[in-house]
């Protein structure tokens, strides 16, 4: 059976159009509104990395437990993975922009502030940028190898690759940990300098792998729509739907615990964050968040009967992908905007990145047969049939 994917040009036309726009409203953008711009690149390009890790963390995962299930669909995570050095060159591009971002990257910004001065031997912009390039490294490296042993085991067979991937999977996810929290803090808490939590980068993280893995299903049922993975059956959708149920109560759970919190302690330099976040419109947000990512997907995901739907997987994961972009954009935007916003900038941040991210996707998945036929687990995957 030949399982390799054709993209038709209608799709590449789609991926490129999309990219031609953004960049002309982005390229607006910086006329008229520079730091608004530069915003919306960071919070898009973050929004994509997140997604991307989270299904890296999800590729890994699958071979430290030694999972059968989702063997035929590893491919389909191997190709977000290549989206890494496409957003470690745009988080270095943010060089350029850094100071409309970031007050503590503002030249004499820690002369008359306190908490600035005390950070700045880590924040400042020369040490910024090279933890961004090691970061980045490390993920580059590190993912590209696990494809590369994917790829060798694909065409030889055996269990000498799946021992060495489920090695290298342990090594990345531990570096994954460290470094993703350490981007978190960098990229995205940074923004206010002044404020911190100490639940942060786990709730990132959680957030990168619940979203991540809502991706992952994604396409998956797309590609079977089209023709592809035609053994997927109710039992990888069940599957899929126990990662997103699950999920979403550690999500909800931080979410909340988070904003508890802060609000019973109630010590100003913490809950400035959530002042911002419940005035001049942003509370909207606040509680779309909980809805999109909490409630709806646990009510919806909590009879199983509901999670062998293949619409209902299908829609709940486009449901957590949006939920997610305005989780991002909660974290973001509050502090570099007076109130939210809605306009050109911002279609046009959410289309450049999307067809780029098409484009990397689609890319990968025709470079490689889309089902693993030499995996030592794929007849458990084909013939799944366990619930």
């Not at 001065?117 to 400042?124: D, I, V």
Request: hydrophobic share 55%; proline share 3%; glycine share 6%.
């Amino acid at each position: 059976m030949d399982t390799n994917v054709t993209l038709s040009k209608k799709y590449n036309m789609i991926a490129f159009g999309l990219m031609a726009i953004g960049l002309l409203a982005l390229a607006y953008g910086f006329f008229t509104t520079a730091g608004r711009t530069w915003a919306n690149i960071l919070l898009n390009n973050y929004y994509f990395l997140s997604l991307t890790m989270g299904a890296s963390f999800f590729f890994c995962l699958q071979y430290i437990t030694q999972s059968g299930w989702s063997a035929m669909f590893r491919r389909v995570p191997e190709a977000i993975m290549t989206y890494i050095p496409y957003a470690g060159v745009v988080m270095l591009l943010l060089f350029f922009g850094v100071q409309n971002i970031y007050h503590w990257a503002i030249h004499d910004a820690s002369v008359n502030d306190a908490i600035i001065a005390h950070k700045s031997p880590y924040l400042n912009v020369p040490f910024f940028f090279i933890r961004i390039l090691i970061i980045f490294a490390a993920w580059i490296i590190l993912t590209r190898y696990l494809r590369k042993l994917s790829l060798e085991e694909d065409k030889i067979g055996g269990t000498q690759y799946l021992e060495k991937i489920e090695f290298w999977s342990k090594v990345f996810i531990f570096v994954l940990a460290i470094t993703f929290s350490i981007g978190a803090f960098d990229w995205i808490m940074s923004i206010e300098v002044h404020w911190f939590s100490t639940i942060f980068a786990f709730k990132s993280f959680a957030s990168a792998f619940y979203h991540g893995t809502a991706l992952v299903a994604l396409i998956v049922i797309l590609l079977h729509e089209r023709g592809y993975f035609p053994q997927l059956n109710e039992s990888h959708l069940l599957d899929f739907s126990r990662y997103m149920f699950g999920l979403s109560i550690i999500w909800g759970y931080l979410y909340f615990a988070q904003f508890m919190l802060i609000w019973f302690s109630n010590l100003p330099e913490e809950t400035i964050y959530y002042v911002k976040r419940w005035n001049n419109g942003w509370v909207v947000f606040f509680i779309l968040n909980f809805a999109i990512n909490w409630l709806i997907p646990f009510v919806l995901l909590l009879p199983q009967k509901l999670d062998k739907n293949i619409k209902v997987v299908k829609y709940i994961a486009i449901l957590l992908l949006v939920g997610m972009w305005l989780e991002q954009y909660e974290l973001v935007m509050p502090e570099l905007t007076t109130t939210p916003h809605f306009g050109i900038v911002e279609i046009g941040g959410i289309v450049c990145f999307a067809g780029l991210f098409m484009f990397v996707i689609g890319r990968a998945l025709i470079k490689a047969p889309l089902i693993p036929k030499n995996h030592p687990y794929i007849e458990e995957s084909l013939y799944h049939h366990v619930h």
